[in-house]
């Protein structure tokens, strides 16, 4: 069993930035690749991005290219989501996940086990 802690959430002005973190802990971490995914109110959840954990490969859903950065941490088995130019459109409960096997990064189901969330709010 895996365990994922999230943190960092909150409540930025418009244009303001957020790093989120993604703890991992539990049985030894042998993720084949980490996400991030958010899920707006009335809203399914839905791919922000993810990393693979050998070479580092990243992968961004379009809306939030070129804002956010997602990075990991091999040393502390952390995934971290830096997000900047945030907009009221982001606010969300955003969880991390991870995968044991490559796939279609973007489809939920695929990631094997899942944090509790944390709230983002951008107020404009």
């Known amino acids: 069993q895996v365990q994922l802690v999230e943190s960092g959430g909150g409540l930025v002005q418009a244009g303001g930035s957020l790093r989120l973190s993604c703890g991992a802990s539990g049985r030894p971490f042998s993720a084949y690749a980490t996400g991030w995914f958010r899920q707006a109110p009335g809203k399914e959840r839905s791919f922000i991005a993810a990393i693979r954990w050998s070479g580092g490969f990243t992968y961004y859903t379009d809306s939030v290219k070129g804002r956010f950065t997602i990075s990991r941490d091999n040393a502390k088995n952390t995934v971290y989501l830096q997000m900047n130019s945030l907009k009221p459109e982001d606010t969300a409960v955003y969880y991390c996940?991870?995968?044991?096997?490559?796939?279609?990064?973007?489809?939920?189901?695929?990631?094997?086990?899942w944090g509790q969330g944390t709230q983002v709010t951008v107020s404009s």
């Open positions: 996940a991870v995968r044991y096997y490559s796939g279609n990064y973007y489809a939920g189901n695929e990631y094997n086990y």
